[in-house]
C-alpha cells in the first residue's frame, strides 16, 4: 500500500521550534517531489515548502528563514524543521509526493503556537 504519514506536530509557544516529519510506504521519496503544504481554519491550503526529487528546496516567503525542509534517504523520511514560530503558522501540516501520476497526502499534523 502507497501511502504517507506525518508526524511532529504539537503546541509550542511563539519562538519554539517543532520538527515534522513525513514517512513513506510503498514510494521512495529520492525519486519524488515532494512538499509540506498547511492549512489554517477558514483558510485555503497552502503551500509551505517543496523539495524536487533533485534536492532543491523552495518555501513561501512568510516562513524563509525560518523553516527548513530536507529528505532522508535512509529511512525515507522528509522533515521540515520549523524555527522561531509565530502563531500565525498555527495550521495543520500536510504532506505530499508527487511520482510517477501518483499524488499522495498525508493525514496531516496539527501545529499550535501560542502567543
Known amino acids: 500500500q502507497v501511502h504517507v504519514v506525518e508526524s511532529g506536530g504539537g503546541l509550542v509557544q511563539t519562538g519554539g521550534s517543532l520538527r515534522l516529519s513525513c514517512a513513506a510506504s510503498?514510494?521512495?521519496?529520492?525519486?519524488?517531489?515532494t512538499a509540506w503544504y498547511r492549512q489554517a481554519p477558514g483558510k485555503q491550503r497552502e503551500l509551505v515548502a517543496k523539495l524536487t526529487s533533485g534536492g532543491s528546496p523552495n518555501y513561501v516567503d512568510s516562513v524563509k528563514g525560518r523553516f527548513t525542509i530536507s529528505r532522508d534517504d535512509a529511512s525515507n523520511t522528509v522533515n521540515l524543521q520549523m524555527n522561531s514560530l509565530k502563531p500565525e503558522d498555527t495550521a495543520v501540516y500536510y504532506c505530499n509526493a508527487e511520482f510517477l501520476g501518483l499524488n499522495l497526502w498525508g493525514q496531516g499534523t496539527q501545529v499550535t503556537v501560542s502567543s
Open positions: 510503498g514510494i521512495s521519496f529520492s525519486r519524488a517531489a
